[in-house]
């Protein structure tokens, strides 16, 4: 089954609006926690925002959010201002306590117009 | 950002031959990683280490095998390569791996990746 879900292949947004990025998850371990990275076209994968499964607040890093619904067990990442450098492909990725991978979601590809 | 180096980043071979891949990095991290990047399948974990000399299977490490003789460097070895081994390879430190309580500090950076061609 899979562990990370991410539903939206690709996104159009207009420059300075905000945009959010789907992204649902499965697990049965109570300790893990939610990574977003971006990966632009020229391949490296940034690190963006973590959010852990027992934090009670929503993490957020600059113009990134991260909308933690532990109950619906989903992890949306929330991008404001949108800016042309945000052209990206998005992974939503996990990490369970009792694994040292990560497993990743297929990606969202995220497009800004200006 | 992290100090992860990879080299070759881009490699041409031919199938049946032997490479290696380096990772290095300054950070002095305890753990590593080795994933490949495939279309259709997202980032999965090849091997990974978790201290010097110290290494385990992920879950496609059929076919690769690893060294980690100091800290700070990580090898990828692909004995004979396949055509299906044609990936973007990247690897990853973290300063820790959590179990109890996943934490910021479990955080994985990335290298650059090597783009590795089989002919």
């Known amino acids: 089954a899979q562990k990370i879900t991410q539903t939206q292949p690709g996104m159009f947004v207009q420059e300075k609006e905000a945009v959010t990025l789907d992204c649902t998850y499965d697990?049965?371990?109570?300790?893990?926690?939610l990574f977003w990275y971006k990966q632009p076209s020229s391949g490296e994968m940034i690190f963006l925002i973590y959010q852990g499964s027992y934090d009670q607040q929503n993490a957020t890093e600059g113009r990134y959010s991260l909308n933690f619904q532990k109950a619906r067990k989903s992890a949306n990442l929330v991008i404001s201002a949108s800016q042309l450098g945000d052209s990206a492909m998005y992974f939503c990725?996990?990490?369970?306590?009792?694994?040292?991978?990560?497993?990743f979601g297929a990606g969202t590809t995220v497009t800004v117009r200006a | 950002d992290a100090g992860i180096t990879q080299s070759p980043r881009h490699k041409v071979t031919e199938t049946g031959t032997p490479v290696t891949l380096r990772c290095h990095q300054t950070?002095?991290?305890?753990?590593m990683y080795w994933y490949r990047q495939d279309p259709g399948h997202g980032l999965r974990l090849i091997h990974y280490?978790?201290?010097?000399?110290?290494?385990d299977k992920g879950e496609v490490s059929d076919g690769y095998s690893v060294s980690r003789s100091k800290t700070e460097d990580f090898l990828l070895t692909l004995e004979s390569a396949t055509s299906s081994q044609t990936s973007v390879y990247f690897c990853a430190i973290s300063e820790s791996v959590n179990r109890a309580q996943v934490s910021l500090t479990d955080t994985q950076y990335f290298g650059p990746g090597t783009r590795l061609t089989v002919l």
């Open positions: 280490s978790y201290g010097v000399k110290d290494t």
């Open positions: 990725a996990m990490r369970e306590g009792d694994d040292y991978k990560l497993s």
């Open positions: 950070e002095n991290h305890r753990y």
């Open positions: 697990t049965s371990d109570p300790s893990y926690g």
